[in-house]
């Protein structure tokens, strides 16, 4: 067996590169300002039955590369039992090289089991019974394993008509780690899709308390939920979307439409596109009078394979990057609020990578002088949370923006081993500050570019979102 490639300088290839690493930013707390950890999971500290349950449950990046190398379903998310799942997935590793899975499994594997050696059909009845003892100890649970990252601000994901008890829960008792909610209101949008759009908009309603039957009664609910929130912690907003919408305006037709709509709940709605337009605008000026961070996911093609979507339901596994045309109609959205000065602070994340100069561009039009950074050219997304889509995040932003006032990585993540992402980042980062360092494209002064890794890595999120 060849030599352990996870060495206290993995993907740091020069002098300065590792000094940039181990001396300025390793030890930086984590802002994780984005994922789907779930504070139930945080509140009650929960301790997982097993390496499976906390690891292959839910992750569907590795339920895709089980697929590829042919691994029957019923190995993946079927009937069999939690040992012989992972033994099926450890089979699988060794054929993942070059893929980012490859680097986080033995990223997780060591950081949080301190498991120094391969994953595969060999080690893995090893790796099993170590793992699992350890997850039966209280240093394992979810709290301990966040405590051991260095975990400072953890951001959920909330649907609006969250009860957010255990948010309650873990301020009341002065949990160390920061646990804020964040508002993702995306299911009343689509009112395309009638019966997930009903079944969400009572959800609101038993939740405002108000019956909807307008669109000014849509919302007042949801800006009753958006107090809610924000009285208990949230600062930031998030929406998963194709494309922004570039129609906002609401005629008095599609008002009365929208009222027969919703009385009559027969046919469909003319205009899904105006009705999610003007909504959405509507939540952006209640972000901004409440000084929150808005967040917009763009570009995926969600739910492809439709027999194994409707077997196995959403976020299985069958999306994929999409070609939608972005830049028109975020310059529309933007300019829209921006015109009467309701542009809150935002993040716009892009999954297509061709897109990249598009998305960093348009950033700087709406920057306005009035914070730092106001605009901001998220980090590298979903396909693009490997090596080489965050160089090329990182390297249009810095082509095209400031990279000295990015606010950093998120995991984006269900699961609670996922935070080697943000050492994966720091390293990738310091490796690109550094070998530039060397070759005399910047200045060679540990000092200075130093810090600009520590604001990149820690600071300015901590800013950012006034932490």
Request: charged fraction near 20%; hydrophobic fraction near 40%.
């Amino acid at each position: 067996m060849s030599e352990y490639f996870l060495t206290e300088d993995f993907l740091l290839q020069g002098k300065a590169a590792r000094r940039l690493y181990h001396d300025h930013v390793k030890g930086l707390p984590v802002i994780d300002y984005h994922c789907h950890l779930s504070p139930a999971d945080i509140a009650a500290n929960r301790q997982f039955a097993n390496l499976t349950d906390i690891w292959l449950k839910g992750d569907h990046y590795k339920w895709r590369a089980q697929r590829t190398l042919g691994v029957p379903e019923k190995l993946i998310t079927g009937d069999a039992g939690d040992e012989e799942k992972f033994h099926a997935w450890a089979r699988v590793v060794p054929q993942t090289v070059r893929n980012p899975l490859f680097h986080w499994t033995h990223m997780e594997l060591k950081n949080v089991f301190g498991i120094n050696g391969y994953l595969d059909a060999k080690s893995a009845s090893s790796v099993y019974q170590r793992c699992n003892e350890l997850l039966a100890q209280p240093s394992h649970k979810t709290r301990a394993i966040l405590g051991s990252f260095n975990v400072e601000y953890i951001g959920t994901t909330d649907e609006p008509w969250d009860s957010l008890e255990h948010h309650q829960s873990l301020a009341a008792e002065n949990f160390s780690i920061r646990v804020s909610p964040s508002f993702r209101p995306d299911r009343v949008l689509m009112i395309g899709n009638k019966k997930s759009f009903f079944d969400n908009l009572s959800l609101l309603e038993r939740a405002s308390g108000i019956t909807v039957k307008d669109i000014n009664s849509l919302l007042q609910a949801l800006q009753n939920r958006v107090d809610y929130f924000h009285d208990n912690g949230c600062r930031v907003s998030d929406h998963g979307l194709t494309q922004m919408p570039a129609r906002f305006e609401f005629s008095a037709q599609l008002e009365s439409e929208l009222q027969f709509f919703l009385s009559d709940r027969k046919g469909s709605y003319s205009d899904p596109e105006a009705f999610m337009g003007y909504v959405l605008v509507q939540l952006c000026k209640m972000y901004h009078a409440k000084d929150w961070v808005q967040q917009f996911h763009l570009g995926p093609i969600r739910n492809n394979n439709t027999r194994l979507n409707q077997l196995l339901g959403a976020d299985s596994g069958f999306d994929s990057i999409g070609d939608f045309p972005q830049a028109l109609q975020m310059s529309l959205f933007f300019d829209h609020l921006d015109q009467s000065n309701q542009l809150a602070k935002t993040v716009i994340y892009n999954i297509n990578p061709s897109d990249n100069e598009v998305f960093a561009t348009m950033l700087g039009n709406f920057n306005d002088g009035s914070i730092k950074g106001k605009m901001q050219f998220g980090s590298g997304w979903w396909f693009l949370d490997q090596k080489d889509g965050m160089e090329k995040q990182l390297n249009a932003l810095s082509n095209m923006g400031l990279i000295s006032t990015f606010i950093g990585m998120i995991t984006d993540s269900r699961s609670f081993l996922s935070f080697p992402r943000h050492e994966y980042f720091r390293r990738i980062l310091c490796n690109l500050l550094g070998d530039e360092m060397e070759k005399g494209i910047l200045p060679n002064d540990e000092a200075w570019i130093g810090g600009i890794a520590k604001d990149i890595c820690y600071h300015n999120a901590k800013e950012y979102f006034n932490l």
